[in-house]
């Protein structure tokens, strides 16, 4: 009966559903293997003819999945701004003489979490900044539009958010690309030497995000690469349906790869992880990281950069989702035991970047599903939509916050759409666009290719970059944006987002 269900649905599947599972309950080493395999054959991209791809580059996505309690995370402290939000937050609100006080460059003051004192010691030596009330958007949204204007399918989603955060297509539940994919589709044959390892390295299992038309993540543990050895099962197990659908996926399009046997293919997938594990070992660090899943993962990815020459990429590309932030109830309790862990991580992958002497050409920012209600549900707090998060690194204009942090956090302010759930002031789109700039992205028809959406928020002839906090990177028209975007202006007549 097994066999029969089995023969049944594969034929009825395709790459982007077997990607979806491979994602979800696909062993490690499967993914692993489906990577080598298909970026061996399936790198024939084309190069963007306008950015600048000198010098090496890397940029670190660290997903905080469920949806992290943000507002809490970088809170108001002027006076009658903690007022609103002690208002609006009741009994999640922080105590003000416990945040830890940091300023923004116009002297407007803000509180981190007192669990994050490595975040504030980043921001304070101008390494990091924060973007405030960034989410997934279709156009430009405001109180006064909302109704006409397209908006997010499946708002306040888990699923859906995720999906949309990671693809920028957030009109769409089928998009089954990312936009770190389309970038590395764009770039790999330009800044990827390896034939087997792909520029988009994550951590864990594969993910959307790094997912291109030609190129998966290629899928490492923090203790390094594995292989598929169950590949070759003919069985009626999960091993057996891999081998049948990876070859029914080869054969379809690269035939050729068919004429090697099963040994020359696990062959191939067991000397990409070698490869790997050679390089990344022979990477050693003074750096102590946290001996936490996360502080390990942030390891591995410092070692995987150190070892850059040796796996032939001058791009890099790494995401490591981080679990458990659905806090529905005992968020205070939760963050607190939480939140150490990240801003330690972030902390040690930043002083490894130094280390390893790379800090300006490694960029860290911060994602997650959607931010979570100003208000409480009792003990806990529920799903919302625009968030803040953080963005790290020797190119990072630092010590500021970035897009535009509401003056007021009362219930019922211009961006509420109940409950304290803000309409976002910064599109995911933006956020994007001024990361796959700086990585060497041009600001034409490359970048809407990324960012199918971007022309709704950002100018091609802008002349400043779309949120100001990278100091660097390909900018409007030509050249490098060096300045920083104190208003709305880099959106060249377009609408306003302001609410």
């Known amino acids: 009966m097994t066999a029969r269900r089995e023969s049944l649905i594969l034929p009825n599947l395709d790459r982007r559903n077997f990607l979806r599972l491979s994602g979800g309950c696909a062993t490690l080493s499967s993914a692993s293997l489906l990577s080598t ?4 054959k399936m790198t024939n991209t084309a190069v963007a003819a306008g950015g600048d791809l000198t010098g090496y580059k890397a940029l670190v996505c660290v997903f905080f999945l469920g949806g992290y309690d943000s507002f809490n995370v970088l809170t108001p402290f002027e006076d009658n701004e903690y007022a609103d939000y002690s208002a609006a937050r009741t009994n999640l609100a922080l105590p003000k003489e416990q945040l830890l006080q940091v300023s923004a460059a116009n002297g407007r003051r803000f509180g981190i979490h007192d669990a994050m004192p490595e975040v504030q010691q980043l921001y304070q030596d101008k390494k990091l900044a924060f973007v405030a009330n960034v989410g997934s958007l279709i156009e430009p949204t405001n109180a006064q539009n909302y109704n006409q204007v397209k908006k997010p399918l499946g708002l306040y989603s888990h699923s859906d958010l995720i999906q949309h955060w990671q693809t920028s297509v957030p009109q769409s539940r089928t998009q089954v690309t990312g936009w770190a994919g389309r970038m590395a589709d764009i770039l790999t044959d330009s800044v990827n030497q390896h034939p087997s390892i792909a520029m988009n390295i994550a951590l864990g299992s594969l993910n959307v995000f790094e997912t291109g038309r030609n ?3 290629y899928v490492v543990q923090n203790s390094g690469a594995t292989q598929l050895f169950g ?3 003919t069985g009626t197990g999960m091993n057996g349906m891999y081998t049948r659908y990876t070859d029914s996926m080869l054969s379809a399009t690269y035939g050729d790869l068919l004429e090697k046997s099963y040994a020359e293919i696990r062959r191939n997938s067991i000397d990409a992880a070698l490869d790997f594990n050679s390089a990344t070992s ?3 660090l003074n750096t102590v990281f946290p001996s936490s899943r996360f502080g390990q993962d942030m390891a591995m990815i410092a070692k995987t950069i150190g070892a850059r020459s040796a796996l032939g990429q001058s791009r890099q590309i790494f995401f490591v989702g981080y679990g458990g932030w659905d806090h529905h109830d005992e968020v205070l309790n939760r963050q607190a035991a939480m939140l150490p862990d990240v801003s330690q991580g972030l902390k040690s992958f930043y002083d490894a970047t130094v ?9 860290l920012f911060t994602a997650s599903d959607f931010a979570r209600t100003l208000s409480s549900n009792g003990n806990g707090s529920d799903h919302a939509w625009g968030g803040n998060h953080m963005v790290i690194g020797g190119s990072v204009s630092g010590g500021d916050v970035y897009g535009e942090y509401p003056l007021s956090l009362a219930l019922g302010n211009a961006l509420d759409r109940g409950r304290g759930r803000l309409i976002p002031t910064t599109a995911v789109d ?3 666009a001024e990361l796959s700039c700086w990585f060497g992205v041009p600001n ?3 970048l809407e290719e990324v960012l199918p959406n971007i022309r709704n928020f950002y100018s091609s002839s802008a002349s400043a970059p779309p949120v100001g906090f990278l100091l660097g990177g390909s900018g409007g028209g030509s050249g490098n944006f060096q300045m ?3 208003t709305k202006g880099n959106r060249d007549n377009l609408p306003p987002v302001r609410g």
């Open 355 to 363: 280390e390893l002497g790379v800090d300006s050409d490694v960029t």
């Open 430 to 432: 933006e956020y994007a």
């Open 231 to 233: 590949y070759g099962d």
């Open 37 to 40: 395999l298909v970026n061996l």
């Open 282 to 284: 022979a990477v050693q």
């Open 444 to 446: 034409d028809g490359t």
């Open 215 to 217: 190129v998966v993540p």
């Open 484 to 486: 920083r975007a104190a």
